[in-house]
C-alpha cells in the first residue's frame, strides 16, 4: 500500500528550482534513508512531503490511511510563552477539526505511554526549554508517535544528541518499525541505516535518485554521494 507518493514533481519557490522531476513513493512497511550534501535540498524536500511547501509542478498524493509523524532535527520555542514537556507530547494528539474539543481520556493515556517508550514520563512537569538536546529529541519523538503515525518522517534526530539519547531513539525506530509504521530517515551518518533501509535515496545535482546502502559504506562512496 502507497503511503505517500511523488510523481514528475518540480520543488522549490517561485523562480527557482531546487529538485527537478521527482519521482518517488513510500510504502507501508519501508524503511527509506535520505542522504545528501548541505544545499542538496533536503530540507525543501521534506516541506513538500509535510504539505508546507507547494510544489512547483508534478503531484504528491497521500494514501487513505496516510498519518505523519514528524520529528524535527531542533524545536525553537518561545521562551516567554514555555511549555512543559507533556504539553508538548499533547500536540502530538491534534487533529484537524478537533483542535476546541476535550482530548478522550484514552488519547490522553497513549500519549502518557508514548512519553515512557522515550524514557522521559519522569520529566513531564519539565519545561520543554530547559531539557538537553538529546531529551529534546526524545520528546519530540513522543510527540510524533502519540500522532500514531503510519509514516514516521525523521530529520536528522541523532544530530547534536549524546550517545544515550541517539541509542534510544535508533531501538526506539526499530521497534516502530518492526510494529508497522514506515520510517523516512534523514541522516547526515549512513551507518545509522546499515541493516535498517530498505531503500536509500540520495539528492545530488538537483535529483533524487536510488541508490545502494552498500555505495555509502566506503569513503569513497559516500565523498561520490556527498560532492
Not at 24 to 48: F, I, P, Q, W
Amino acid at each position: 500500500m502507497t503511503l505517500l507518493a511523488l510523481q514528475q514533481a518540480c520543488i522549490g519557490y517561485p523562480g527557482v528550482v531546487v529538485l527537478d522531476d521527482v519521482n518517488l513513493a513510500v510504502e507501508a512497511g519501508d524503511y527509506v534513508g535520505l542522504v545528501g550534501a548541505n544545499g542538496s535540498g533536503k530540507t525543501t524536500l521534506l516541506r513538500t512531503l509535510l504539505g508546507v511547501q507547494s510544489l512547483l509542478e508534478g503531484s504528491l498524493q497521500r494514501g487513505s490511511d496516510f498519518r505523519l509523524g514528524y520529528v524535527p532535527q531542533q524545536m525553537n520555542l518561545d521562551s516567554r510563552f514555555p511549555l512543559s514537556v507533556w504539553e508538548v507530547v499533547h500536540m502530538g494528539l491534534f487533529r484537524p477539526g478537533n483542535l476546541l474539543t476535550r482530548t478522550p481520556p484514552a488519547d490522553q493515556a497513549f500519549a502518557e505511554s508514548c512519553l515512557e517508550r522515550v524514557q522521559m514520563a519522569h520529566r513531564r512537569q519539565a519545561l520543554f526549554h530547559s531539557l538537553s538536546g538529546g531529551q529534546k529529541q526524545r520528546v519530540l519523538m513522543a510527540r510524533a508517535l502519540a500522532a500514531k503515525p503510519t509514516l514516521l518522517l525523521l530529520d536528522e534526530p541523532l544530530a547534536g544528541v549524546d550517545a544515550k539519547a541517539s541509542e534510544i531513539v535508533m531501538e526506539l525506530l526499530d521497534e516502530v518499525h518492526q510494529e508497522g509504521c514506515a520510517v523516512l530517515l534523514v541522516t547526515h551518518n549512513p551507518l545509522h541505516l546499515r541493516d535498517r533501509a530498505t531503500s536509500l535515496w540520495v539528492l545530488r545535482h538537483g535529483k533524487v535518485e536510488a541508490a545502494s546502502l552498500q555505495d555509502l559504506l566506503s569513503p569513497e562512496g559516500l565523498a561520490a554521494v556527498l560532492q
